[in-house]
């Protein structure tokens, strides 16, 4: 078990709810300009997507409650989702569900994050992860980092 009492696990389809939760209240904590419940809709397709194509789907559970979900895929050490319920934030469960991720891509992992996300950029570098190219988000158009981690 993971410290501070949270246990991990595969994302089951009766976490699907609290999960698509997670996702939307977090993302729309961080951007609160943007609806994020107008593109729930949007992510449950996407996990849908990252499920057929091989990704995994990992959950993060405090006692009983959904505190943050990861998705990285073994084959191509993508990680596509990592969130973290808002008030489960600052807590070090980001860092567990990326060590998660690291344990199923041991290799490499690699990853898009938005450059004005000065928060998420700072996590992922103190983790390892080094900037590698300058991209833009196909949905938002928005300038994205492409960021990898290399054992």
């Known amino acids: 078990m993971p410290p501070g009492g949270v246990t991990l696990r595969p994302m089951q389809r009766a976490d699907r709810a609290e999960a698509l939760d997670v996702w939307t209240i977090s993302w729309a904590a961080a951007y609160p300009a943007i609806d994020f ?21 990992r959950i993060a559970l405090d006692g009983t409650s959904i505190a943050g979900l990861v998705t990285v895929d073994p084959a191509t050490g993508y990680l596509d989702q990592l969130v973290v319920a808002t008030t489960h934030q600052r807590k070090g469960i980001a860092a567990i569900l990326l060590e998660d991720a690291k344990r199923i891509s041991p290799r490499s992992i690699t990853l898009h994050v938005n450059q004005d996300n000065a928060r998420a950029i700072a ?3 103190k983790h390892g992860f080094v900037v590698s190219s300058e991209t833009v ?14 054992a």
């Not at 949007?42 to 499920?51: A, P």
Request: zero cysteines.
């Open 37 to 57: 419940a107008t593109r729930r809709a949007w992510m449950e397709n996407r996990l849908d997507e990252l499920e057929a194509a091989g990704a995994q789907v």
């Open 123 to 125: 996590f992922y570098r």
């Open 137 to 150: 988000n196909e949905r938002s158009g928005a300038p994205t980092y492409a960021m990898r981690w290399v």
